[in-house]
């Protein structure tokens, strides 16, 4: 087993989107992974000495109060769809490994009516019931706002409202603080930023690639993109680059 490139002391999040057979839709390929993949990365995260943490250290890490696990390591997945119950939650259980979810709120027990594309926007997204079968099981989530818009094109009232609703309905229908948010599109600024500590966000996450260390923005965390093709080796390769990311900044 070669060693692990990431720092012992730096938060790897990775960022996914769907775990199951890509649609045969042009576009929304490269956002699926197969489920031995993601099965793979696991166990080899695992085998190179990474700790896998959840929602709640993380909320801990940011307040500089989390317990020093090495190589602290967060899988996320954006959208809440269906197939991350049928798909990906079966391999969570398996390896016991934590995760959180950003949900698009206005879309629970819908589709994804955000896609562009009309002939992508009926992908079944996760209802309530499953989001809290999912709670039960180790798996939190936080807010990917209510539509899924690009934010910073929107008005200051038009943004405040996606991040504030969207928290709200969340926590009404989990019954469970939602105090992170992943920006659609990775899509942020300072008056943005802003806007999410305001509203009660305590880290918000982009899809800037790199680590994160105690210094990095809590609401601007880092994100490395598993996309479709992430076979071990070129899984590897991207934790590499991750790390000399790290030694840039």
């Excluded at 929107?154 to 920006?183: N, Q």
């Excluded at 965390?221 to 080796?233: A, D």
């Amino acid at each position: 087993m070669r060693p692990s490139p990431i720092p012992e002391d730096a938060l790897l999040v990775l960022l996914y989107h769907n775990v199951g057979p890509a649609p045969g839709r042009r576009g929304l390929a490269a956002h699926w992974i197969e489920p031995h993949l993601l099965r793979t990365h696991v166990r080899y995260l695992h085998e190179a000495g990474h700790t896998f943490v959840d929602a709640d250290w993380l909320l801990r890490w940011v307040a500089g109060e989390a317990p020093q696990v090495p190589r602290p390591t967060l899988l996320t997945f954006d959208d809440g769809l269906a197939n991350l119950y049928e798909q990906a939650l079966p391999i969570l259980r398996a390896e016991q490994v934590p995760a959180l979810v950003f949900v698009v709120a206005g879309q629970v027990g819908g589709t994804s009516a955000w896609e562009p594309h009309p002939a992508h926007r009926q992908l079944p997204a996760l209802t309530w019931e499953r989001m809290r079968e999912m709670q039960e099981e180790g798996i939190a989530f936080g807010s990917h706002t209510m539509t899924h818009p690009r934010l910073s094109g929107l008005p200051e009232e038009r943004c405040r409202w996606e991040l504030a609703e969207s928290k709200r309905i969340l926590e009404e229908g989990l019954g469970r603080p939602v105090e992170t948010l992943a920006y659609p599109y990775g899509d942020c600024n300072e008056r943005i930023e802003r806007a999410a500590q305001e509203l009660g966000y305590r880290a918000a996450f982009t899809t800037v690639p790199g680590l994160n260390s105690p210094t990095t923005d809590r609401l601007a965390l880092r994100r490395m993109n598993v996309r479709r093709w992430s076979y071990l080796p070129l899984f590897r390769r991207k934790l590499a680059r991750m790390a000399r990311l790290a030694e840039t900044h």
